[in-house]
């Protein structure tokens, strides 16, 4: 069972900055492909807001490009995303999302994708 577990979220004036991290998790081992950040604001779709490939290459909605980075670390299984210059229109539950394949002395499953369980950022004005 992959769990993914996002840590980072809180409260912030106007301007000011927050990281969120998700860390994944498994008694098998791990392939992470693609992985990414999304949000949702009370009464709004929930949106994708950043994603990285395995590779690196990265992708933002056009409203945090500029302010927000994600990153990866290969290593620890683990992602990221440094927001900076915060608005009150970044106020939203946040999820991580992530294409994982598990492996066992068995082989590889085939790739699922998960979700972690939401992070709240508040932004005041």
């Known amino acids: 069972q992959v769990r993914l577990v996002e840590s980072g979220g809180g409260w912030v004036h106007s301007g000011g900055s927050l990281r969120l991290s998700c860390e994944a998790s498994s008694s098998n081992s791990l392939n992470i492909y693609n992985m990414a950040w999304y949000r949702q604001a009370p009464g709004r779709s929930r949106e994708l807001v950043a994603e990285?490939?395995?590779?690196?290459?990265?992708n933002y909605v056009d409203a945090v490009k500029g302010r927000f980075t994600i990153s990866r670390d290969n290593f620890k299984n683990m992602f990221y995303l440094q927001m900076n210059d915060m608005n009150p229109e970044d106020t939203a539950l946040y999820f991580c999302?992530?294409?994982?394949?598990?492996?066992?002395?068995?082989?590889?499953?085939?790739?699922?994708?998960?979700w972690g369980q939401g992070t709240q950022v508040t932004v005041s004005s």
């Open positions: 990285i490939t395995n590779t690196g290459t990265t």
């Open positions: 999302n992530a294409d994982i394949s598990q492996g066992t002395g068995k082989g590889w499953y085939g790739t699922r994708t998960y």
